[in-house]
């Protein structure tokens, strides 16, 4: 008990801050920071005890985020940002909801080229959270030019998903 009070006084404010900088409410806010602990303690087990615990978690709150902002777009609420800040990441929580909104960003990013396609992954869905530097080593392409590809991908991935 001691130790998760330790990992929730190190962890808790980074967490909660990832919704908030969304433009969430601190009780959205709130409710994404309740439910990446509770992902922590379900995959507790499934983790490499070598894994970057904070980018893991700070990864899970950015998805679970997107995950609202993204509802919240579909309802008709406040418009919240740009498509960039309302990726969906593919889920495991294997509600019909998740597999939805996978299935949909899923056949958006099939009809995009495939540096658009591994330059959106490694920017929003890889767990490892590769810098720019990183990204363009891997996908083979000069530092200066990811920020504007990533711009024209997100612009043709919004296109394909209103299609």
């Not at 990864?59 to 609202?68: G, K, P, Q, Y």
């Not at 949909?104 to 540096?115: A, I, R």
């Not at 590769?130 to 590809?149: D, E, H, I, K």
């Amino acid at each position: 008990m001691e130790a998760w009070q330790e990992l929730l006084d190190k962890y808790e404010r980074i967490v909660f801050s990832v919704p908030r900088r969304y433009g969430l409410s601190v009780d959205d806010a709130a409710d994404v920071t309740q439910l990446t602990f509770t992902i922590l303690v379900e995959n507790m087990d499934k983790l490499p005890e070598d894994s970057r615990l904070g980018g893991w978690l700070t990864t899970v709150a950015r998805r679970h985020t997107w995950r609202l902002l993204e509802r919240n777009r579909r309802q008709g609420a406040d418009k919240y940002g740009t498509l960039e800040d309302s990726i969906v990441a593919p889920a495991g929580a294997g509600t019909v909801e998740s597999w939805e909104l996978t299935e949909w960003l899923n056949q958006g990013l099939s009809k995009l080229s495939e540096l658009c396609r591994n330059l959106l992954f490694a920017l929003y869905l890889d767990p490892e959270q590769p810098s720019y530097a990183q990204v363009a080593t891997r996908l083979n392409m000069a530092v200066g030019s990811v920020g504007p590809t990533r711009i024209r991908c997100l612009e043709r991935l919004r296109r394909a998903m209103d299609a």
